[in-house]
């Protein structure tokens, strides 16, 4: 494989402790304190994120709220609020393309831009330039870590590699040498279930890794991704399909409490309503929607993992973007759940797919002008209108029918590695970015 000593193509920014060094840039009484950020406010749960002062102290992310306050007594903890996250990190996304475009954002703290052999050719300049947009914007507690590289992966473990606040260019004509003491789990993509195939293929570190030609790669991941991940590795882009959106779903597991058929029908209305949301911040239409549910799996001491029973309903329709059409289909899958279903319900999931851009729909000319075609545009006007207000007022200010809490709350407004919310998907009015949420233990 060709090594590529030219210009860095890649640049790969990451914040540092995100969430809790967010908590910090909006409230000054928590700048250069040891902070964890939990997402409820209880003892027993993990901390999401842990400020670089807690842990300096010696604190990992995930540890609970009890125990870190036994190794740091004097630990804040204060509850996460994923929309000020996400509304931060839309500035963020601005501030930064103030000096650079950005090409893929990977999740709510981490993205990655394309450079011109210009910008590569500025080097950490260019990365100083992120910097200081960055600190004239945002408090100084806001850092990142920078790396730039040939390719994406190499740029991220090159930044992964100088974090708290740093910035760095690899050239890969010091590979393998510069990354020589890097544990292989430590590498993005490589879990602990790859960790075993490459181990029993006899890789055991990153010169190992290295050494691998692209068939054996591609033997280990037992797929493409394989041969993908060591072109990457060896400074050669190796670029993905642009994945198309195939489906506008949330799932939602149900407490013992929330199990009845009425329970059952007020979640799978508001996940609905969520999916629907989103469905309509694009110019997508669906055309079907799946309703399933899922008994809670039965532990048994003999078998570990006792199959749990699924039901599961699709209703079709014409292809449609309003709350109106869609919960009519839902209307019907949960009656025949009703009839059918012979099991109580531990998870239930709604997914609106078949879709369709609105250009790829051929309807006839005369169904456009039928009273089903002026009908459902009506539908869809009232939907936008419901949206805009929503997104005014919090999503609760308005909802058809009747609005319980769901249990987890945030219908759709969960930050997963992926998936940024939009500011809509939460339930909520907004928070005030200053209106700490502090923890009662
Ligand atoms: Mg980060």
Known sequence: MVQNTCLPERLYLDFDSFFASAEQHFNPFLRGKPVGVVALDSAHTGCIAVSREAKIRGLKTNMPGREARAIIP?????????????????????????????????SIDEVVCELLPSEGRQGLVLAQRIKDALSQNFSPVLTCSIG????????????????????????????????????????????AGMLVRLNAAGVRDFEGLWALAPKQARAIWGSVEGERF????HGTHAPRDQTQKRMFGHSRVLPREWRSPDKVEDCARQLLASA???????????????????????????????????????GQFQPSRDDHNFGRALSKGL???????????????????????????????????????????????????????RSRFGSKALSLGKHEKVPGGFVGGKIAFGRIPEAEDFEDAPSEDGDTHFCSF
């Open 230 to 233: 060591l072109q990457e590795l």
């Open 276 to 314: 629907a949301r989103r469905l309509r911040r694009t110019d997508l239409r669906a055309s079907k929607l799946t309703l399933a549910m899922r008994s809670q799996r039965i532990r048994s001491t003999r078998e570990k993992n006792t199959q749990a029973q699924s039901w599961i309903w699709e």
């Open 74 to 106: 004097d630990m804040v903890f204060v509850v996460a609020r994923p929309d000020v996250y996400v509304r931060l990190h839309k500035r963020i996304l601005r501030v930064i393309e103030t000096v650079v475009p950005i090409q893929h954002v990977r």
């Open 148 to 191: 730039m590289a040939a390719t994406e992966l190499l740029a991220k473990l090159a930044a992964e590699r100088h974090k708290p606040n740093g910035a760095v260019l690899l050239d890969t004509s010091t590979l393998p040498a510069y990354l020589a003491d890097l544990k292989l789990g430590k590498l993005p993509g490589i879990g």
């Open 335 to 389: 009656g025949v759940a009703r009839a059918q279903m012979r099991f109580a319900p531990g998870s239930v999931s709604v997914m609106l797919h078949g879709l369709e851009a609105k250009g790829d729909i051929t309807g006839d000319l005369f169904a456009a002008l039928s009273s089903d075609a002026q009908d459902q545009a009506r539908w869809e006007n009232v939907s936008n209108m419901m949206d805009e207000l």
